[in-house]
């Protein structure tokens, strides 16, 4: 399995992937925007035999109306056909690197905790973090090595390309 950055000419590739996914389109049209806005600050994929099969993205967003050294990470879609083959995890994994990589501190993200608590994820509602979608324990937060946490709670922002798709 081959895990690398977004290149140019991924792009139908990936939005394959991520239609294959999910049983919606919006994660897809997500992805499309975001890049679209500028707004997709990581972008990852997975290849087996040089076939896309997995991608992550990661994203800016804003706390408290201002923006912040954190990532929102979603979409992470995998094909069906190669689910359950640790290819999430090694986008997981990769996804962590480059971001901390890159300087940022945190990343947040709307998962089920079963998944995400392995990489390190915990409740963003301890942190005082609310979003607009979902404030379960599902909302959930890492700080990355030698980064700091959000100084102060408030409402974490998408990037628009989330409200924008319909999701
Ligand atoms: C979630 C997803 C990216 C994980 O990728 P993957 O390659 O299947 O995951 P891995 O092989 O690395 O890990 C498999 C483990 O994840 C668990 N898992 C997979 N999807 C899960 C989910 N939605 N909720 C909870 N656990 C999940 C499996 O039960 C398995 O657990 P185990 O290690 O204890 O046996 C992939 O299953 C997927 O694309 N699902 C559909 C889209 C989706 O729901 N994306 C995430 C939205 S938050």
Same mark, same amino acid.
């Given at each position: 399995m081959d895990i690398r950055f977004e290149?140019?000419?991924d792009a139908s590739a990936i939005d394959a992937v991520q239609q294959a996914a999910f049983p919606h389109?919006?994660?897809a049209r997500i992805v499309e925007l975001l890049r679209a806005d500028g707004d997709? @600050?990581?972008?990852?994929v997975a290849e087996i035999d040089g076939r896309c099969v997995g991608h992550v993205a990661l994203s800016p967003i804003r706390l408290a109306g201002q923006p912040t050294a954190g990532l929102g990470l979603g979409p992470i879609g995998v094909v069906p056909e190669c689910q359950g083959q640790s290819?999430?995890? /090694?986008l997981m994994q990769a996804a962590l690197a480059a971001s *901390? /990589? #890159?300087? +940022?501190?945190?990343?947040? =993200? =709307?998962?089920?905790?079963r998944y +995400? /608590?392995?990489f390190g994820f915990t409740p963003a509602?301890? +942190?005082? =973090? @609310? &979003?607009? +979608?979902? &404030?379960?324990? #599902?909302f959930q937060i890492v700080i990355l090595p030698g980064g700091s *946490?959000? *100084?102060s709670g408030g409402l974490i922002e998408y990037a628009p390309a989330f409200q924008n798709a319909g999701a």
């Amino acid at each position: 399995m081959d895990i690398r950055f977004e290149q140019p000419g991924d792009a139908s590739a990936i939005d394959a992937v991520q239609q294959a996914a999910f049983p919606h389109p919006e994660e897809a049209r997500i992805v499309e925007l975001l890049r679209a806005d500028g707004d997709l @600050t990581i972008s990852i994929v997975a290849e087996i035999d040089g076939r896309c099969v997995g991608h992550v993205a990661l994203s800016p967003i804003r706390l408290a109306g201002q923006p912040t050294a954190g990532l929102g990470l979603g979409p992470i879609g995998v094909v069906p056909e190669c689910q359950g083959q640790s290819v999430g995890s /090694q986008l997981m994994q990769a996804a962590l690197a480059a971001s *901390a /990589q #890159a300087g +940022y501190e945190w990343i947040i =993200l =709307l998962g089920n905790p079963r998944y +995400y /608590q392995r990489f390190g994820f915990t409740p963003a509602s301890a +942190y005082g =973090l @609310t &979003n607009i +979608y979902d &404030n379960s324990d #599902a909302f959930q937060i890492v700080i990355l090595p030698g980064g700091s *946490a959000p *100084a102060s709670g408030g409402l974490i922002e998408y990037a628009p390309a989330f409200q924008n798709a319909g999701a």
